[in-house]
């Protein structure tokens, strides 16, 4: 019997002792106090924080094809650096302006908004440096596909770009469809990229890749309308940081057009389709059908 | 005979054509306007500019293993995708705060801030996609090389590490030592990466990369030396940009530390080791030190 709890706080240790492992300024720069700036800013910014539900996505999907799960954790980072790089740069005053992540400060607050910049342009280079380490996974062909997957769901297609949009669609005038595909954008894209780096690192075949790309395309959905849905009814002590933001922006988002029960019947119906496109997989795919299930009951 | 300014100039619309056939919202990004505009912004960051020196050293170094011009492409692309995305951070309010670059606005000023962290982000992840499509080369082992090298030669041991310590620097009681560390850092580890990168293209042996290590790294030191001589030198009309900035901000370089004579001369030195250590190749090297010698005359 797959335990959620367990998996995902055992997921959780290894990847925060894996970020403190690899961002050191021993490893990463070279000698003196200015080099150690940037570290530190980098280390705010990815330790002693979040769910790691992308590098927890990576090794279930990677569990699927019986990848032990140690195997799976240079995948795991590399996504997790990605995301705490996108978050550093969101929080800039430039873009969503915010103090708290976490319910600490956020990186620019931290340190100084130069160096949030710095710090997340190299969680994101480090997140490619990763990857093309062997010890990622043996062989190249492999480590090739999980950097092109990475900087596909990650750049002016995905996670940048749908960014992007919502940044442009705060200014209002976004109709439900373009709302989604910002969201499917702005956060599916990256979960969609780890769910389907984790098959690529276990060696899936192309059915399989298929099956557990229409899962992550579900399950990515269910995670932003779970998102949407909390920021409407969970409070900032519950969050670690702001809510009631979309409405205070004016941001239009699946809530504010369908209303809090209709997002919750939406969110129940794309959690049983995530599980759904899992079928053919057996118990090996408990764990994704438990972080299905758990972006639909999540509490913050 | 080698003919730089031919080479260089054909170098650089190859490059122009390249950035402009890869950055468009067709290929980038989904439908509608939103997304069009990170794009567009990748397109003001990246067209109609600069010198294109990186990718001219790529090909320069694949060149000694007579890979054809077009076959470096691709690695030359990502390669002056990233030195454009530091530029666009580099420009931010929050960092130098530059309202032009090559005689038009800053992509912050044409767009806005948050536009231009954004463009700059997906600029550095979509290097990454360049390199990882078999277009780039096609075996997988090399490409993969490929990623290590920018990734590593951009980063926090790299040029971002040498952002950081630039703008530590700029407080004070950097020793020469510590200023040429720091700008080995910041220009020298992109240069590295190219010519490294243009040599693993060509399929260069470990004793070939290692000359050329050498020659990438005096000739980085030699450009990083010629730009801090023209800050003092030059004019903001010729250069396309702020001058006389590094003595305005309080900034140590080896013009301030030998003065402009002593900063000559290493200069001139720098680029004779860089020659030297091209002495195994022959002719075929021939374009290599010819932007060696560019590097100390040239005038912007």
Same mark, same amino acid.
């Given at each position: ?9 055992? $997921? ?11 961002? *050191? ?17 980098? +280390?705010?910014?990815?330790? &002693?924080?979040? /769910? ?18 140690? @195997? ?8 997790? =650096?990605?995301? $705490? ?9 430039? =873009? ?5 992540? +976490? ?5 620019? /607050? ?14 994101? *280079? ?9 010890? $990622? ?7 090739? +596909? ?8 990650? #750049?002016?297609?995905? =996670? ?24 499917? =954008? /702005? ?29 992550? &395309? ?21 969050? #670690? ?5 979309? @409405? ?15 997002? +919750? ?7 049983? &389709? ?17 972080? @299905? ?8």
């Amino acid at each position: 019997m797959y335990d959620f709890s367990a998996d995902s706080a055992d $997921c959780a240790r290894a990847i925060e002792a894996g970020l403190s492992d690899y961002l *050191t300024g021993a490893r990463l720069s070279g000698p003196g106090p200015a080099a150690d700036r940037v570290v530190a800013a980098m +280390r705010h910014g990815a330790l &002693e924080g979040g /769910k790691r539900l992308r590098p927890l996505l990576v090794r279930q999907a990677a569990a699927i094809f019986s990848l032990p799960k140690p @195997a799976a954790l240079s995948t795991g980072l590399a996504v997790e =650096m990605v995301h $705490c790089y996108s978050l550093v740069h969101d929080d800039l005053p430039a =873009m969503d302006d915010d103090d708290l992540r +976490r319910g600490r400060p956020t990186v620019h /607050k931290a340190f100084d908004e130069a160096t949030a910049i710095l710090a997340g342009d190299a969680l994101l *280079t480090h997140a490619f440096a990763l990857l093309s380490d062997p010890l $990622c996974h043996p062989e190249a062909e492999v480590r090739i +596909r999980l950097v092109s997957e990475l900087a596909l769901g990650s #750049g002016a297609g995905g =996670m940048v770009g749908g960014q992007m949009r919502d940044i442009e669609g705060e200014k209002g005038g976004f109709s439900p469809g373009e709302i989604s595909i910002m969201q499917s =954008m /702005k956060t599916g894209a990256l979960i969609r990229a780890s769910v389907r780096m984790g098959a690529i690192l276990g060696g899936a075949d192309p059915r399989a890749l298929s099956a557990l790309t229409a899962y992550a &395309e579900a399950a990515g959905r269910a995670f932003q309308l779970a998102d949407d849905i909390l920021d409407v009814t969970a409070t900032p002590e519950t969050m #670690g940081k702001a809510t009631g933001k979309d @409405a205070e922006a004016g941001k239009q988002t699946l809530v504010s057009t369908l209303g809090l029960e209709g997002a +919750r019947k939406v969110l129940n119906d794309t959690v049983t &389709e995530a599980i759904q496109a899992l079928r053919t997989f057996g118990p090996k795919a408990d764990g994704l059908r438990a972080t @299905a299930r758990y972006f639909a009951s999540r509490e913050k």
